[in-house]
């Protein structure tokens, strides 16, 4: 198994090195158990993690991961009411109505309602 | 695009918008930024004022060019400082004449930083502008720099970073390989280096290289593609040309290492005992 290695980042970030070797040292915890390694983490456990020095720069660091291949994004559009969640690999591939089975109508996609995940590609 | 954390915007509505991104690469970034921003709130920005300090013999037109770029930022107010236009004798003169440039910009910062206390202030210097600043920080450390971008450096390539007081948390010298200016500074005259042809090589810096000469910074795509990053968010994006670069020119290497100031002041030194 390859390790993971974020490092080359903190040369591209150099002010959230800290956050990088946060989130580093989080996907390897889960890269070695194997119970967490399909686990997908949302933006605020992310966020919890790294703490990053501002939401923008979390973006580039998380498409810097995505575009090489490290990380796989998902899009999860959770149903509150009814506890439903679809799940999306593109973000243009969300419908703007999603068939709720439990209610047995379709009902309209409200931007709120999705979250980004992420996990190890591997 | 639209502030959608304060709107209840339909899919189809944020999509439109999305869809007018035409990279896709940029408009990637801006779904994952939205989507962010609509789960964890928009963020409260500190305010940044961008500074930028010309260099010698120009009235500075690129100053304009990063104003525009930031014109619609909200976040980001854009000051350029001058100090009238400075001709080549006074720049060659080590005595006297550098001091008023540097005082005048002295006194621009403290203006900035007391009227904007709670701002974050981000220092763009070219050429002769790299020299003041690197006086201003060594001299004035009340004046609080969070980011430095120098670019056509003429700062000394052994300057002691460690030893400024408030050292700015990011320096990023963007460094031009073609650029014969910092190597003629440093060969005809006292004070000045050339690290912005050679870099400074210093862990307290970080050397950016690039094929270009002394005024090709200025260049829109440049600006775009590697000052905004870095000025927005503190990310340095990395330059194409750092992987394969080549030998400065011949030219570049032989004016370095010949002593023409001293041969200068030898030759009027004897002038002067002659007559």
């Given at each position: 198994m390859a390790t993971l290695d974020f490092g080359f980042l903190s040369h591209?970030?150099?002010?959230?090195?800290?956050?990088?070797?946060?989130?580093?040292?989080?996907?390897?915890?889960t890269q070695t158990d194997p119970s967490h390694k399909t686990l997908a983490?949302?933006?605020?456990?992310?966020?919890?993690?790294t703490h990053p020095c501002s939401q923008p720069v979390l973006v580039r660091i998380?498409?810097?991961?995505?575009?090489?291949?490290?990380?796989?994004?998902?899009?999860?559009?959770?149903?509150?009411?009814?506890?439903?969640?679809?799940?999306?690999?593109?973000?243009?591939?969300?419908?703007?109505?999603?068939?709720?089975?439990?209610?047995?109508?379709?009902?309209?996609?409200?931007?709120?309602?999705?979250?980004?995940?992420?996990?190890?590609?591997? | 695009m639209p502030d959608f954390t304060k709107s209840n915007a339909k899919l189809e509505e944020i999509s439109s918008y999305l869809d007018a991104i035409k990279k896709p690469k940029d408009r990637e970034m801006a779904i994952r930024a939205t989507l962010i921003a609509l789960e964890m709130g928009k963020e409260v920005q500190e305010k940044t004022i961008v500074v930028l300090i010309?260099?010698?013999?120009?009235?500075?037109?690129?100053?304009?060019?990063?104003?525009?770029?930031?014109?619609?930022?909200?976040?980001?107010?854009?000051?350029?400082?001058?100090?009238?236009?400075?001709d080549l004798l006074r720049f060659w003169c080590p005595w006297y004449f550098r001091n008023a440039p540097i005082r005048r910009v002295e006194q621009q910062l403290r203006n900035i930083t007391s009227e904007n206390s709670h701002a974050k202030l981000v220092v763009v210097a070219h050429s002769f502008?790299?020299?003041?600043?690197?006086?201003?920080?060594?001299?004035?450390p009340d004046i609080r720099i969070e980011r430095l971008l120098l670019c056509g450096s003429i700062i000394k390539t052994d300057w002691?970073?460690?030893?400024?007081?408030?050292?700015?948390?990011?320096?990023?010298?963007?460094?031009?390989?073609?650029?014969?200016?910092?190597?003629?500074a440093k060969a005809t005259s006292w004070g000045y280096g050339a690290s912005g042809t050679f870099g400074f090589k210093a862990q307290e810096v970080n050397d950016r290289f690039h094929h270009c000469k002394h005024s090709d910074f200025f260049e829109l795509d440049h600006?775009?593609?590697?000052?905004?990053?870095?000025?927005?968010?503190?990310?340095?994006?990395?330059s194409d040309y750092s992987?394969?670069?080549?030998?400065?020119?011949?030219?570049?290497?032989?004016?370095?290492?010949?002593?023409?100031?001293?041969?200068?002041?030898?030759?009027?030194?004897?002038?002067?005992m002659t007559y």
């Open positions: 591209e970030f150099p002010n959230d090195a800290d956050a990088i070797a946060r989130l580093n040292s989080f996907f390897c915890h983490f949302g933006i605020p456990r992310i966020y919890e993690i998380l498409t810097r991961l995505v575009d090489l291949g490290m990380l796989k994004e998902l899009f999860r559009v959770a149903s509150e009411e009814a506890g439903l969640v679809w799940e999306f690999s593109r973000f243009e591939e969300i419908p703007p109505t999603l068939f709720d089975t439990l209610r047995g109508e379709e009902v309209a996609v409200d931007p709120k309602q999705i979250r980004l995940f992420y996990q190890l590609n591997c | 010309h260099g010698i013999r120009t009235f500075a037109e690129w100053q304009d060019k990063v104003k525009n770029e930031f014109s619609q930022d909200l976040n980001i107010t854009v000051i350029a400082i001058g100090y009238d236009y400075f502008g790299t020299y003041i600043i690197s006086k201003i920080l060594k001299s004035s002691r970073w460690d030893l400024v007081p408030q050292r700015p948390k990011l320096i990023l010298n963007d460094v031009g390989d073609r650029d014969i200016f910092p190597v003629l600006i775009k593609n590697y000052w905004v990053p870095f000025l927005k968010e503190a990310h340095i994006a990395q992987a394969s670069r080549i030998q400065p020119s011949k030219i570049i290497k032989i004016v370095n290492v010949v002593p023409l100031k001293s041969l200068l002041a030898g030759l009027v030194l004897l002038g002067m």
